[in-house]
């Protein structure tokens, strides 16, 4: 039985996937007038589609089909934003702006911007150009493809600084093609592997080896699915940001969603987005006022990659008691009581029962993996740090970019003799980087290339704990992350043998050519599309 009439269903069928069904989609219609339909469930008992219909459709004062015939639903935007205007601003019910979205691309923007941006978590999804897939030394009328920092550019610092960076990227350069044929040498193509996968994997080696060379101030593209509340608290912190660059990015952004997502993104510009952004830039001025004064006498003398600051010596009877907890009425510190009580077999068969027979690094145990939390301390060359900081769910901080921890320098890039230009172009960067640290040290950052070490700290659950390693230590991976990956598994298997039993598909082997078995891969994915 259909809830609606033939001219009803007639006026509703463009904008819903099914009229006759309880599950459907909504689609053709502007995002907030979707989210301002979808908030009306809180309050109404019509349908959606009914909602639709009467509220928006056949209102009068709508004029649903009247100002954009070719675009139906455009002209009801306005009444979604006038009730967006009321919620969102009104009363302050922040959560309906989740129910919205855009698609927003980021292009020619800097690493360090790229960054800040990708610091966002719940609710924004990235997708960024690879510098394992893609070479960055393309030109553009003559000029390599990097930011020119204004500050920078303005100061006696602009001809080293350009110098600098066009020798990284001349580097980057010179050296691509003699160590594809070294990488080629040292690992012959087998007849089990096709010119395609070969040369793909090849390739991808070579610029996994040289995306130490490139600086921070390198171009890159970056796209971003995401909610409306999360792009307003986006232009929030970018407004606060000590990056010019970034600020202006915020600017962009915003002008860009006025258009499609308006009422989503409003606040961001309003005063209060405004003090917002001041109070962030404040606390984060004041707190670096604190640490110089606290902490300047001091120095580093750790260097170990992986440091295991902080885990709970009590988490095994936690993870238990979580793991029973939902499927008996005792209270958690009831439950905690028995567990107490449990023999060391018996906590790890029920340990084991949770985790289940993993077939494969898909297969994630559930929630009550998320009672115990480990804290890292990393020092790691910034292309790793690139890659693994794409962990939504962890916390993680990173310090500023510098050249005071050295670099690292693949062993690939050592045995095949081209370390000596690789060096030297690291070299001259630390040192335009030193001298431009004196008088712009914000800036000085994006000279700095990804071969340098930099130190940030990730804490983590153990349920994500099981996702980032096995995910991260697997064959495809980079080794400056696969190595990251695998001495934290070492060092949680140490602390929680009991716990981390179950890390079934952490890889600690070496590989010579990362992405060959996935390449391998695709030629039979592609072979059996092609004899279907
Ligand atoms: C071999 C390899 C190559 C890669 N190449 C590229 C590349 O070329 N370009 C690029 O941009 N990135 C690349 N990445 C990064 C990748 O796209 C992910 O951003 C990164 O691996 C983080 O993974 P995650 O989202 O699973 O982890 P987390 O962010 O830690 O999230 C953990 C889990 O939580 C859930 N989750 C978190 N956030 C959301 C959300 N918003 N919606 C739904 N579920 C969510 C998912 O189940 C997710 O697996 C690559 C990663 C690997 C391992």
Redesign the pocket.
């Known amino acids: 039985m259909t809830e609606f009439t033939e001219s009803e269903r007639q006026l509703l069928e463009p904008f819903f996937t099914n009229l006759d069904r309880p599950i459907f989609a909504l689609r053709n219609l502007p995002e907030v007038l979707k989210g301002a339909l979808f908030s009306r469930y809180s309050r109404t008992e019509k349908s959606l589609r009914r909602v639709l219909l009467e509220e928006f459709i056949t209102a009068p004062e709508v004029g649903f089909f009247q100002a954009a015939p070719q675009n139906p639903g455009l002209t009801a935007q306005s009444k979604a934003e006038a009730f967006y205007d009321r919620v969102l601003i009104g009363y302050g019910d922040d959560s309906v702006a989740e129910l919205g979205g855009a698609h927003l691309a980021c292009e020619e923007i800097s690493n360090i911007a790229a960054k800040i941006l990708e610091d966002s978590r719940?609710?924004?999804?990235?997708?960024?150009?690879?510098t394992?897939?893609v070479p960055f030394n393309k030109k553009v009328n003559g000029r390599y493809r990097y930011y020119r920092e204004p500050a920078i550019m303005a100061s006696k610092h602009s001809a080293e600084y350009e110098a600098t960076l066009d020798h990284l990227f001349d580097t980057y350069t010179n050296l691509f093609d003699p160590l594809l044929a070294q990488v080629q040498s040292e690992t012959p193509q087998d007849n089990q592997t096709s010119d395609r996968a070969y040369v793909s994997a090849t390739r991808a080696k070579t610029f996994d080896l040289l995306r130490g060379l490139l600086p921070m101030a390198t171009l890159t593209n970056v796209g971003f699915f995401g909610n409306g509340r999360a792009f307003e608290y986006l232009l929030v912190k970018l407004a606060a940001s000590v990056h010019a660059e970034v600020n202006e990015i915020g600017q962009g952004i915003q002008q860009e969603l006025d258009i499609v997502i308006p009422s989503f993104v409003k606040r961001a510009k309003s005063d209060r987005g405004q003090q917002y952004a001041q109070y962030l830039a404040n606390n984060a001025r004041n707190s670096q006022q604190l640490a110089h004064k606290f902490l300047a006498d001091q120095f580093t003398a750790s260097t170990e990659l992986v440091t295991l600051v902080e885990f709970d010596p009590d988490a095994e009877s936690q993870v238990v008691t979580a793991i029973l907890y939902p499927h008996s009425q005792l209270s958690q510190a009831e439950i905690r009581q028995v567990v107490d009580r449990l023999t060391p077999i018996e906590l790890q068969e029920i340990i084991n029962t949770y985790a289940g027979d993993r077939q494969s690094r898909f297969h994630r145990p559930g929630r009550a993996f998320e009672e115990t939390y480990y804290t890292f301390d990393i020092l790691a060359d910034l292309g790793a740090y690139r890659?693994l900081h794409?962990?939504?769910?962890?916390t993680q901080e990173r310090q500023t970019y510098t050249v005071d921890h050295g670099f690292e320098v693949p062993e690939e890039v050592i045995a095949s003799g081209m370390a000596p230009a690789y060096q030297a172009a690291l070299e001259r960067a630390a040192s335009t980087m030193k001298s431009i640290e004196q008088d712009l040290p914000a800036a000085a950052q994006y000279v700095v290339p990804f071969a340098f070490r930099t130190r940030w700290r990730i804490k983590l659950n153990l349920r994500?704990a099981y996702?980032?390693i096995e995910?991260?230590s697997?064959a495809?991976?980079h080794p400056g992350y696969r190595s990251i990956a695998q001495a934290m598994y070492q060092k949680i298997l140490e602390v929680h043998p009991t716990l981390a039993a179950n890390m079934s598909f952490v890889d600690l082997a070496e590989y010579r050519l990362e992405r060959l078995s996935s390449e391998q891969k695709l030629d039979l994915k592609i072979q059996s599309k092609f004899s279907m």
């Open positions: 719940l609710g924004l999804s990235p997708l960024e150009k690879s394992r897939y890659d794409r962990h939504r769910v962890l994500e996702h980032f995910l991260r697997a495809q991976g």
